[in-house]
C-alpha cells in the first residue's frame, strides 16, 4: 500500500477527467420553465448520462443580476451579456473521447426521432474542450474529477485568448498567475481547457467555432456565490493576465436546483 493515502486505492486505469462538452444555451422566452424541465427531467440524462464514459454532469444558471457582473460587453463569445442563461457541463472519461462522441452522435438522432427535443432554445456556445490541467488553492483541495459533485457555491466561467504561444501563455497562467488569484481567496480550484472542432456529426443548431487555436476555458470553483466574491476576485482577472491574454467572456453561475423551477423567473 502507498504512503500516500490520496493514492492508496489507485489502479493503473484510475478514474481521469479527460474531455468536457461545455454548452451555454438560451431557452426562447416565455418557455423558460418548460424548457428547464425538459432538460433536467429528460435531456441531461437521455443526451448524455446514460451513455459510455461520460463521468460528471452538472448544470448551471445565470440570473440577470449574474449577469451584469459579465465582461467584456462586446465579448465574441455571446451577442449581448444577458443571452446565455443555462449552462451544462459534462465530464468525460480520459482515453475514451471518441467512443464518447460516437454514441453521442448516434443518440441525438434517436432523439430526434422520437421527438424528445427542444425547438424553443438557442445554443449560444457549445463546444468540447480538452482537460489541461487542475490549479488547487489548497494542496489536498477537491480534485477535478469531482469539482461538479462537490457542488461547489459558485462557478466563475473565463474564456480567454492567448496573445502569443498558447501553450507558453498556459504554462505562465498556471505556474505563476492563476496560483497568485487563488491564494488566500474564496475560489478552490481552477481547471483549463483548451478547444477542439466539434466533430462530424454535431447538431445542425451548434454554431461552428472559432479561433480554436488561441482559446483557452477556465473553470473556477468558490466556495462562496460568486456575486459575493466578484469584484475583489474576477472583476479585473483581465489586468491580472496583462500581456499573456486577453479575456473574452468572464461569467458568474450558480448551479440550478434540480426538481424545481428555481431561478426561471430572474433570467432577464
Given amino acids: ?11 493503473d486505469d484510475p478514474v481521469e477527467l479527460g474531455s468536457i462538452l461545455f454548452t451555454m444555451v438560451e431557452p426562447t422566452r416565455g418557455y423558460e420553465v418548460e424548457y428547464n424541465r425538459w432538460y ?23 440570473t440577470r443580476d449574474l449577469k451584469a457582473l459579465r465582461y467584456p460587453a462586446d465579448s465574441p463569445i455571446t451577442p449581448d451579456p444577458q443571452t446565455g442563461s443555462y449552462l451544462a457541463i459534462y465530464f468525460i472519461l480520459a482515453r475514451h473521447h471518441d467512443e464518447w462522441w460516437r454514441w453521442g452522435r448516434r443518440q441525438v438522432k ?8 427542444f425547438e424553443q432554445r438557442t445554443h449560444v456556445h457549445t463546444q468540447l474542450y480538452n482537460y489541461e490541467g487542475e490549479i488547487r488553492r489548497d494542496a489536498d483541495g477537491v480534485p477535478a474529477e469531482l469539482a461538479l459533485d462537490h457542488r461547489f457555491p459558485g462557478l466563475a466561467v473565463v474564456m480567454g485568448k492567448t496573445s502569443g504561444d498558447r501553450a507558453a501563455g498556459l504554462a505562465t497562467l498556471r505556474d505563476k498567475i492563476v496560483p497568485d488569484v487563488l ?5 478552490a480550484l481552477c481547471l483549463t481547457f483548451t478547444p477542439f472542432p466539434m466533430p462530424p456529426g454535431q447538431p445542425s443548431d451548434v454554431p461552428a467555432s472559432a479561433d480554436d487555436e488561441s482559446r483557452f476555458l477556465q473553470l473556477f470553483f468558490c466556495d462562496d456565490r460568486p456575486e459575493e466574491i466578484w469584484e475583489e476576485t474576477f472583476a479585473k482577472l483581465d489586468e491580472r493576465y496583462g500581456e499573456t491574454a486577453d479575456v473574452i467572456f468572464a461569467s458568474p453561475f450558480v448551479h440550478t436546483v434540480p426538481g424545481t423551477d428555481t431561478y426561471t423567473d430572474e433570467l432577464w
Avoid at 110 to 117: E, F, K, P, Q, S
Fill in 183 to 187: 491564494a488566500g481567496s474564496r475560489a
Fill in 1 to 11: 500500500m502507498s504512503d500516500d493515502p490520496t493514492k492508496a486505492f489507485l489502479t
Fill in 110 to 117: 434517436v432523439l430526434i426521432d422520437a421527438n424528445r427535443m
Fill in 40 to 62: 433536467e427531467r429528460d435531456h441531461l440524462y437521455s443526451g448524455v448520462m446514460i451513455g459510455p464514459y461520460s463521468l460528471a454532469a452538472g448544470r448551471f444558471v445565470a
